[in-house]
């Protein structure tokens, strides 16, 4: 059923007073189909080349509940279910996905113990006629180790002897692997480049740069030719002790390609970049981000930084403090502010090289509960706090900032919690579910969005546009969206302003479109 949002007649007993709604968008709801599977994971989304969708998700079944395959899902252009492929896997530790050029990749990380190595392996089908294929990317001798992906951005753990990330660039044109092992004196260091048709590109033995340091690589660009890859991370220094006025890493920019490395670090007296993100903006390459006065990863601002791309020289550095107005968003009449933990979500450059990009404060937690059965079981809660939205003008002079408060924490799948985003001629768009009817005021001057507990959700839309004012509004109420939407998992359509949210809840599920005009 199709809602206009842009002229809402609402009949009040006082009069015929007639509300116009704020937000540019109208949105579709698909039917409502029953599912098998009531505990999955959205591995990938995507549209496919007759203007439907592609959707896989990742299923878990059993008392103590394990992955037992992926359900890919069709839809036409109407949202409606036409075809469903079980594709039964079991025993595959599953990294990551992705759809591109009619092509399903599933790429998985396996312990082949005959060997004594970790095999990274990927399998492709077609979209049109599912038949997979294995293909073994790489493999690397090692023993075997719990949990060797680095996914939590705060607690990187280099002891274990083999860790490994691997990273896409926001356009998703190639992929790079990082492979760390450590064995008494040997210590192996390899990043891998592919492309999305799963051409190897290069690969560089890192080994000589980590005598001293360990990195945890975060963000990643790509040339267009895919030769050459710019790596953001932490680079954790080795030795044990430091001075109490000491920080134990520092951020780099690290260039890769088949022949060289080169590395730039970020240092300067009394300023701790934090968060870097690489853009290449024609011939330029950005970095920017947040820094700290001090090294406790309390943030006061944005940083921006012009390097040569081929040198990897910094041409230019700008430190702009964060403004009263974004103090006041955040903390209102507070005296303790502080400002850490903050994770980008993603960057828009418009034509004329402006830049907006959003960030979210997130952190993970960790405690002990008592089971049905009264056992002790440990814990993880992952918290989606306040969104940071910055616009820099193409100097990298930050023309505003703005806070927008909310907190969530979840146990589980995070596609539900978090947000999403949309650009659109200056303006920016922010997409957030909570059970809250409407946000908090605090102290009559902030509004905070906070989870609710109710197991419907309102979709609330929040608005910043080219000068940063800020508006919202509830778009989506509750009782209409009677299932949660995967609110930080959409498929973005820029070329047809629109956005594709999938909800579930249990054994029904539907999908939600939703149209810029």
């Known amino acids: 059923?199709?809602?206009?949002?842009?002229?809402?007649?609402?009949?009040?007993?006082?009069g015929m007073a007639v509300t116009a709604q704020k937000m540019p968008v109208s949105y579709d709801f698909g039917e409502k189909y029953r599912d098998r599977y009531r505990y999955s994971n959205l591995v990938a989304m995507d549209e496919d080349d007759s203007g439907g969708y592609i959707l896989v998700r990742a299923y878990y079944q059993g008392l103590i509940?394990?992955?037992?395959?992926?359900?890919?899902?069709?839809?036409?252009?109407?949202l409606e279910l036409v075809e469903e492929y079980n594709?039964?896997?079991?025993?595959?530790?599953?990294?990551?996905?992705?759809?591109?050029?009619?092509?399903?990749?599933?790429?998985?990380?396996?312990?082949?113990?005959?060997r004594g190595e970790y095999e990274y392996w990927v399998h492709s089908s077609p979209i049109i006629d599912f038949n997979f294929q294995e293909k073994k990317l790489l493999s690397i001798a090692s023993e075997k180790v719990d949990d060797p992906v680095g996914k939590n951005y705060y607690n990187r753990d280099f002891s274990r002897g083999f860790t490994t990330a691997i990273l896409f660039n926001e356009?998703?044109?190639?992929?790079?692997?990082?492979?760390?092992?450590?064995?008494?004196?040997?210590?192996?260091?390899?990043?891998?480049?592919?492309?999305?048709?799963?051409n190897k590109k290069?690969?560089?033995?890192?080994?000589?740069?980590?005598?001293?340091k360990n990195y945890a690589f975060e963000n990643v660009a790509f040339s267009k030719d895919l030769q050459t890859a710019y790596i953001v991370g932490k680079a954790y220094f080795k030795k044990r002790r430091f001075r109490v006025d000491e920080r134990k890493f520092q951020y780099e920019l690290i260039k890769v390609s088949q022949s060289e490395s080169r590395t730039q670090s970020f240092v300067d007296p009394g300023k701790y970049p934090e968060a870097l993100y690489p853009v290449l903006i024609g011939n330029k390459l950005v970095c920017t981000g947040f820094y700290a006065d001090r090294k406790d990863n309390r943030y006061n601002g944005i940083?921006?930084?012009?390097?040569?791309?081929?040198?990897?020289?910094?041409?230019?550095?700008?430190y702009n403090p964060f403004s009263q107005q974004f103090m006041d968003d955040k903390f209102g009449r507070e005296e303790d502010k502080d400002i850490k933990n903050l994770v980008f979500k993603n960057v828009e450059v418009t034509d004329?090289?402006?830049?907006?990009?959003?960030?979210?404060?997130?952190?993970?937690?960790?405690?002990?509960?008592?089971?049905?059965?009264?056992?002790?079981?440990?814990?993880?809660?992952?918290?989606?706090?306040?969104?940071?939205?910055?616009?820099?003008?193409?100097?990298?002079?930050?023309e505003w900032a703005r806070n927008i408060n909310k907190t969530e924490v979840t146990q589980g799948d995070g596609a539900y919690a978090s947000y999403s985003s949309y650009c659109k001629d200056g303006n920016t768009y922010f997409f957030i579910c909570t059970a809250a009817e409407n946000p908090q005021l605090i102290n009559n001057e902030r509004l905070i969005f906070k989870q609710g507990f109710s197991r419907n959700r309102n979709v609330f839309m929040i608005s910043l546009d080219k000068n940063g004012v800020m508006d919202y509004e509830k778009i989506i109420d509750q009782q209409e969206a009677r299932l949660p939407l995967m609110v930080s998992k959409p498929l973005k359509d820029e070329t047809e302003d629109k956005m594709l949210f999938y909800a579930k809840r249990g054994g029904r599920k539907q999908l939600v479109k939703v149209d810029f005009k």
């Open 352 to 398: 004329k090289n402006e830049m907006f990009f959003n960030a979210e404060e997130y952190f993970v937690t960790s405690g002990l509960e008592t089971t049905g059965a009264g056992q002790r079981v440990k814990i993880e809660r992952y918290h989606h706090n306040d969104i940071v939205s910055v616009k820099l003008d193409p100097d990298g002079n930050m």
């Open 65 to 78: 509940l394990k992955p037992k395959g992926y359900l890919i899902e069709k839809y036409n252009s109407d």
């Open 171 to 198: 356009e998703k044109t190639g992929f790079v692997i990082s492979t760390h092992h450590k064995r008494g004196k040997s210590n192996k260091h390899m990043i891998h480049m592919f492309d999305t048709a799963l």
């Open 1 to 14: 059923m199709k809602k206009q949002l842009l002229l809402l007649i609402s009949f009040v007993l006082t």
């Open 87 to 114: 594709y039964k896997l079991k025993d595959l530790d599953f990294v990551d996905g992705f759809l591109k050029n009619g092509q399903l990749n599933l790429l998985f990380l396996n312990y082949n113990s005959n």
């Open 202 to 212: 290069f690969e560089f033995d890192f080994s000589d740069e980590i005598e001293e």
């Open 303 to 318: 940083v921006y930084f012009d390097v040569n791309p081929n040198t990897l020289d910094i041409r230019s550095q700008k």
